[in-house]
């Protein structure tokens, strides 16, 4: 499977702690993505890097929340503290430079915090 | 927020085509617009894009207006497996994605 690969798919959590997800793109996709969705939404814009620098953030992600690309390759998004609102599927996307319109998404980490 | 509006639900007999419709009437001249599909529990899938012509790929074609004020995703032959929510999304470079809640589409036996 050459898609976008996010671990762990579910992950259970009591509030106040922290965790930490993480996303694979496709190989040699430069931008990869971060959203949130809530049961009944669409998915929510969080952040985005291009290769390794963070270029944008979601006022939604807040300083709780911390994503990172230290390689240019895989993810990680770690939210500290975590509160029950913080229930949700976080989804993670790719895309290249030359096709940086067509964003191919992962199967998406749901978040329980209880 | 969502610079789209579609229906909130709609109901397609399997094997007829489905007719997705999708407004978009503060499209800017550089703004695609987008389609993609949320199968329940999966991450959304991408299906098709156009700026200002017609498009046809495997999966569906895409009507915008002249004006571009306003588009339709079609799904030739509909199948029980393409029940999931439609989101119609407008998207220029520099920007991300903005899904709005879409339209759940059912196909029905």
């Known amino acids: 499977d050459t898609g976008v690969s996010q671990d762990p798919r579910h992950k259970i959590t009591k509030r106040g702690q922290n965790v930490t997800f993480r996303c694979d793109p496709i190989s040699e996709h430069n931008r990869l993505y971060w959203y949130r969705q809530t049961l009944g939404q669409g998915p929510e814009f969080l952040t985005y890097f291009q290769n390794e620098a963070q270029l944008e953030k979601s006022r939604l992600l807040s300083d709780r929340f911390s994503a990172e690309r230290p390689k240019g390759s895989f993810s990680t998004l770690e939210i500290q503290r975590t509160e029950q609102g913080d229930s949700a599927m976080y989804l993670c996307?790719?895309?290249?430079?030359?096709?940086?319109?067509?964003?191919?998404f992962g199967q998406g980490t749901r978040l329980t915090v209880v | 927020d969502a610079k789209t509006t579609q229906p909130t639900s709609m109901d397609c007999a399997e094997g007829r085509a489905a007719n997705l419709p999708c407004n978009h009437s503060?499209?800017?001249?550089?703004?695609?617009v987008y389609w993609y599909r949320q199968i329940h529990s999966q991450g959304p899938q991408y299906i098709i894009h156009?700026?200002?012509n017609n498009e046809t790929n495997e999966m569906a074609s895409l009507i915008i207006t002249e004006d571009r004020k306003s588009s339709t995703l079609i799904l030739p032959h509909a199948k029980l497996r393409y029940t999931a929510v439609y989101s119609c999304i407008v998207f220029s470079w520099g920007q991300n994605f903005v899904f709005g809640p879409g339209t759940r589409l059912s196909v029905l036996p």
């Open positions: 156009g700026l200002k």
């Open positions: 996307a790719s895309s290249s430079n030359r096709e940086a319109h067509e964003a191919f």
């Open positions: 503060t499209i800017s001249g550089n703004e695609y």
